[in-house]
């Protein structure tokens, strides 16, 4: 490098060169400067175009392949020369035909994808080709960690790439992955070494328990309807009080009431399996799916058919005589009856229409009129149905109700 003495000295000698030299680096300085300034512009633009409405993992994926295609391609400058023997600008020509090879089917895949919902025959070759470059890139090695790093690389972007085509399957198909039926959870489920629900392990041991004392209870059960010998019924029935006692002490069976009818409930079902045979389940496609013959409705006891063969004429009632009243009367008595009528339903009770017809002093005829009206109505209606389901009540509008206690209630 001169010194400054040495410049000093060609400015004074060379005054016209300096010029042309100080015009010269000037003009490279502006041409350096635009080139920055457009590569940084179009840097921007194909930032702002491509990279940024992409997932950063979508970006990884490209950086990290494109390195991996790299030391592919590098692999491949090695084997055209060592192997095939080319050399100058037929080399540089003819290295990289396989990953222009793997970059051409990618694309063409993941169009495929977007167009027919399938990487079809192009993500085989993706594949295919890879297999193919890291092969002859393995072959040129000089040691075996070279060897395992030239297979390794373009595996790695080929990969690379069905993750980022497996993400977008899943986006525009909208479908998931497969299951796998062999997988390490399914396999410790088999084993009994995993549980499937998310169950404690508390809970896990006091539902196994308690279905030990069940299906105790159901072989015991089963034993004595079969005339067991005396042995079989002493083993069974040791076996048990010993799960019984098992239950009580580990599951708090005896004060816990969820326990309780849990245990049951497993017992109810043990015990009649075989009404399962007897069982016909509605069937969607059949003819007529929708039409349920209506049961035959279940005989009274005694006391509630009496009750409900009484005629609403038969009760007496205050006053018996055709009632005059006026419009504001009139409206008056059917607040009042609407505001019995609402305190009843409240409590789960569907008046008669003799409790109607005592509480406001109206006649059976208006009282019957507003009771048609309202037991109509979506909370009258199911207390209805719940009294016949429940206890075979038929409404005639004279029916005793039932207390929240379930005693049968003769009026309110």
């Not at 309807?225 to 009080?241: F, I, N, Q, V």
């Not at 609402?342 to 009129?369: F, H, M, N, Y």
Request: a neutral charge; aromatic letters at 6%.
């Amino acid at each position: 490098m001169p010194t400054f003495e040495e410049i000093t000295a060609f400015v004074n000698q060379q005054p016209l060169a300096t010029a042309v030299i100080a015009l010269l680096g000037l003009a490279g300085l502006v041409l350096a400067f635009l080139v920055i300034r457009v590569t940084w512009k179009a840097a921007v633009w194909l930032f702002a175009r491509y990279v940024a409405p992409r997932p950063i993992e979508d970006v990884l994926t490209i950086a990290a392949a494109s390195i991996a295609t790299g030391v592919s391609a590098q692999g491949m400058w090695r084997f055209s020369e060592d192997v095939l023997g080319l050399d100058g600008p037929l080399r540089l020509l003819l290295f990289a035909f396989i990953e222009i090879a793997i970059i051409t089917s990618a694309v063409r895949a993941r169009r495929n994808m977007r167009e027919n919902f399938s990487a079809g025959i192009d993500g085989i070759a993706v594949w295919a080709l890879t297999c193919l470059t890291a092969v002859l890139s393995s072959m040129d090695a000089r040691s075996l960690p070279e060897a395992v790093f030239r297979l390794a690389a373009p595996l790695v972007a080929a990969w690379l790439w069905e993750r980022g085509m497996a993400i977008e399957r899943h986006r525009i198909r909208g479908t998931g992955r497969i299951n796998w039926r062999l997988t390490p959870e399914r396999a410790l489920v088999r084993l009994g070494l995993a549980e499937v629900s998310d169950r404690t392990t508390s809970e896990v041991d006091a539902h196994r328990r308690l279905t030990r004392v069940a299906l105790a209870a159901k072989r015991a059960k089963a034993l004595r309807e079969g005339g067991a010998s005396d042995r079989k019924m002493r083993h069974a029935l040791a076996k048990l009080d010993k799960a019984m006692d098992q239950a009580v002490e580990h599951t708090g069976l005896a004060v816990d009431p969820a326990r309780q009818e849990a245990l049951l409930a497993q017992i109810a079902a043990l015990y009649n399996t075989s009404a399962l045979i007897d069982a016909d389940p509605r069937v969607p496609w059949e003819p007529e799916a929708d039409h349920h013959p209506v049961p035959a409705r279940p005989a009274l006891p005694p006391a509630l058919a009496e009750l409900v063969n009484d005629e609403d004429e038969d009760v007496e009632v205050l006053d018996t005589t055709p009632q005059v009243v006026s419009t504001a009367e009139r409206a008056a008595q059917i607040r009042a009856a609407r505001e019995f009528w609402d305190r009843q339903i409240a409590k789960g009770i569907v008046p008669r229409t003799v409790d109607i017809a005592q509480e406001i002093g109206i006649p059976l005829s208006t009282a019957r009129e507003y009771r048609a009206l309202w037991k109509l109505e979506p909370q009258a209606h199911a207390i209805i149905e719940a009294l016949y389901q429940q206890h075979g009540i038929v409404d005639t509008g004279a029916f005793p109700a039932i207390g929240a206690d379930g005693r049968v209630l003769t009026k309110h």
